[in-house]
């Protein structure tokens, strides 16, 4: 059994940390880190009831905005910068979430596979058109402007696939 010493805390973190080093004090950092950890798994438990028992997904064109906000178009929009590639041929996943490079994190997948794009509320740490957390900039972002004004002939261009629901046995 773990005994402290009668001068130990054993719930209190210590951190030595240089006064000029400019960085925040331990405690601050501690709660930032707690703060961002709750945020996204309180994201991660919002997308998956979204889902909800029959697998509902996002209509095709806020599918089709969000492959643009990630992807961006390859003529004048470049990717996001979170953007990531997969250590699996041909996939990618965002860096920006820190959820990793999982099957289940993974932005697109195969026609008939459930992809992270089509959750119903899906977070996007940038808050880009398309995903449940979207918010007007409010200073100039000029990748974010280029998608919120993009042509709508050109967004029905891009090609996107989306699983199909479980069928009602009824």
Not at 19 to 25: D, L, N, T, V, Y
Not at 26 to 31: A, N, V, Y
Not at 137 to 155: G, M, P, V
């Given at each position: 059994?773990?005994?402290?010493?009668?001068?130990?805390?054993?719930?209190?973190?210590?951190?030595?940390?240089?006064?000029?080093?400019?960085?925040?004090?331990?405690?601050?950092?501690?709660?930032?880190?707690?703060?961002?950890?709750?945020?996204?798994?309180?994201?991660?438990?919002?997308?998956?009831?979204?889902?909800?028992?029959?697998?509902?997904?996002?209509?095709?064109?806020v599918k089709k905005l969000r492959?643009?906000?990630?992807?961006?178009?390859?003529?004048?929009?470049?990717?996001?910068?979170?953007?990531?590639?997969?250590?699996?041929?041909?996939?990618?996943?965002?860096?920006?979430?820190?959820?990793?490079?999982?099957?289940?994190?993974?932005?697109?997948?195969?026609e008939e596979e459930y992809s992270?794009?089509?959750?119903?509320?899906?977070?996007?740490?940038?808050?880009?058109?398309?995903?449940?957390?979207?918010?007007?900039?409010?200073?100039?972002n000029k990748r974010k402007s280029?998608?919120?004004?993009?042509?709508?002939?050109?967004?029905?261009?891009?090609?996107?696939?989306?699983?199909?629901?479980?069928?009602?046995?009824?």
């Amino acid at each position: 059994m773990f005994r402290p010493c009668n001068n130990c805390n054993p719930r209190e973190i210590k951190y030595k940390l240089d006064p000029e080093s400019g960085r925040p004090s331990s405690e601050k950092e501690m709660k930032n880190m707690m703060k961002r950890g709750l945020s996204m798994i309180q994201s991660f438990a919002l997308s998956m009831a979204s889902r909800g028992l029959k697998n509902k997904k996002v209509d095709i064109p806020v599918k089709k905005l969000r492959v643009l906000s990630c992807f961006g178009d390859k003529n004048t929009i470049g990717p996001c910068k979170h953007l990531r590639t997969s250590s699996t041929e041909g996939k990618f996943y965002c860096g920006g979430c820190n959820c990793g490079d999982k099957k289940n994190t993974w932005l697109v997948a195969e026609e008939e596979e459930y992809s992270k794009l089509d959750y119903p509320k899906l977070n996007c740490p940038l808050k880009m058109p398309g995903f449940s957390n979207y918010e007007l900039s409010e200073e100039y972002n000029k990748r974010k402007s280029q998608i919120e004004t993009y042509d709508i002939d050109k967004l029905n261009l891009i090609e996107v696939t989306s699983p199909n629901p479980e069928k009602d046995e009824n």
